[in-house]
Nanobody, 124 residues
Framework: QVQLVESGGGLVQAVGSLRLSCLAS????????MGWFRQAPGKEREFVAV????????DYADSVKGRFTISRDIAKKTAFLQMNSLKPEDTAVYYC?????????????????WGQGTQVTVSS
């Protein structure tokens, strides 16, 4: 089992930037995809971004393409989400998750370990 701890959330003005981090414990961080999801009040948890086990392939939700960048440092067992040009509609609790496979997907069911989440609030 892996434990995931997110950090880096906070309050930022629109068009500002934040960088989220997700620190993993356990030996198998580098063998699985890592994903970021978010959940706004009253809404379903939604996919944001995913990066494969080696870091060479990534995918994004249409709503964040061109603004967010996912990356990972296998040696440091950390995944990142760089968020630029933030909008008020990006406000949510952001979760990192470990995929069940080396190549991740966009569905919640494709992930088996989740962090506790970090709040991101974007003011207009």
């Amino acid at each position: 089992q892996v434990q995931l701890v997110e950090s880096g959330g906070g309050l930022v003005q629109a068009v500002g930037s934040l960088r989220l981090s997700c620190l993993a414990s356990g030996r198998t961080f580098g063998s699985y995809a890592m994903g970021w999801f978010r959940q706004a009040p009253g809404k379903e948890r939604e996919f944001v971004a995913v990066i494969n086990w080696g870091g060479g392939k990534s995918d994004y939700a249409d709503s964040v393409k061109g603004r967010f960048t996912i990356s990972r440092d296998i040696a440091k067992k950390t995944a990142f989400l760089q968020m630029n040009s933030l909008k008020p509609e990006d406000t949510a609790v952001y979760y990192c998750a470990r995929g069940r496979r080396a190549d991740g997907g966009k569905r919640v069911e494709e992930y088996d370990s989740w962090g506790q989440g970090t709040q991101v609030t974007v003011s207009s």
